[in-house]
């Protein structure tokens, strides 16, 4: 059977119908994205986070129990940006508080907080399946990562062969590939370079990701 590509994290619109390709849609509720009918995750990202986070995280709280709502996220926190880090923390840890009690997977923003993110993500004790989207670092901080059982998003960004080790090296059980924003790169651009870094057939990546999809999300 033909497995579609799964396409964990996108900004990018796939048309109706489309069954080649399954897209999780990020929603941002703190930057003015609107919620869709279409299988999305809906988060307070950090960069935007602010005074009024608290009705929003309401507000997320009444949408949560909807089918099409996959996962919480993106959240997290980022050192590169000014909004103060307390506030991102807070607003963090009710997020993963709303993922444990709907029992939705987390989809993460990391930004030189790596330690942190971690630290949070065990003092919080949650359960369900963690995604660190994007990922760009090295092997040494992956393989920290996966030990603890978290899985890895891996962007366009790789097409430069800045990932080559990661992706050589990861289990297949823990990897996911995204869009993210990048109009320029298809997830099918994105899955054969994988492929053919791996020295595997298309399909067998395609038939991995798809039944890391159908565990995490319980397809």
């Given at each position: 059977?033909q497995?579609?590509?799964i396409?964990?994290?996108?900004?990018?619109?796939?048309?109706?119908?489309?069954?080649?390709?399954i897209?999780?849609q990020?929603?941002a509720?703190?930057h003015?994205?609107?919620?869709?009918?279409k299988?999305?995750?809906?988060?307070?990202?950090?960069?935007y986070?602010h005074?009024d986070?608290l009705?929003l995280?309401?507000?997320?709280?009444?949408?949560?129990h909807?089918?099409n709502?996959?996962?919480?996220?993106?959240?997290?926190?980022?050192?590169?940006v000014e909004v103060?880090f307390?506030?991102?923390?807070?607003?963090?840890?009710?997020?993963?508080?709303?993922a444990?009690?709907f029992?939705?997977?987390?989809?993460?923003?990391?930004?030189?907080?790596?330690?942190?993110?971690v630290?949070?993500?065990?003092?919080?004790a949650?359960?369900?399946g963690v995604?660190?989207?994007?990922y760009r670092?090295n092997w040494?901080?992956?393989?920290q990562?996966l030990?603890?059982?978290?899985?890895l998003?891996?962007?366009?960004?790789c097409?430069n062969?800045?990932?080559d080790?990661?992706?050589k090296?990861?289990?297949?059980?823990q990897?996911?590939?995204?869009?993210d924003t990048s109009a320029a790169a298809?997830?099918?651009a994105?899955?054969?370079?994988v492929?053919t870094?791996?020295?595997i057939p298309?399909?067998?990546?395609k038939?991995?990701i798809?039944?890391?999809?159908?565990t995490l999300f319980?397809?």
């Amino acid at each position: 059977m033909q497995r579609p590509y799964i396409d964990i994290h996108t900004h990018q619109h796939y048309p109706m119908g489309d069954n080649a390709v399954i897209s999780i849609q990020n929603i941002a509720l703190n930057h003015h994205e609107i919620l869709s009918g279409k299988p999305c995750s809906v988060g307070l990202h950090p960069w935007y986070v602010h005074d009024d986070s608290l009705s929003l995280l309401q507000h997320m709280q009444t949408i949560l129990h909807q089918n099409n709502v996959m996962a919480v996220g993106e959240c997290g926190l980022d050192k590169h940006v000014e909004v103060p880090f307390a506030l991102q923390q807070y607003v963090f840890e009710q997020q993963i508080a709303l993922a444990a009690r709907f029992q939705k997977p987390l989809l993460i923003h990391c930004v030189r907080a790596f330690q942190e993110v971690v630290q949070t993500l065990d003092r919080t004790a949650f359960k369900q399946g963690v995604i660190f989207h994007g990922y760009r670092k090295n092997w040494t901080l992956a393989q920290q990562l996966l030990a603890l059982g978290y899985y890895l998003s891996i962007g366009s960004h790789c097409l430069n062969g800045s990932q080559d080790q990661v992706l050589k090296n990861i289990p297949l059980t823990q990897l996911f590939l995204e869009t993210d924003t990048s109009a320029a790169a298809t997830v099918e651009a994105i899955y054969q370079y994988v492929a053919t870094v791996r020295s595997i057939p298309l399909d067998a990546l395609k038939e991995a990701i798809y039944r890391n999809y159908k565990t995490l999300f319980n397809k």
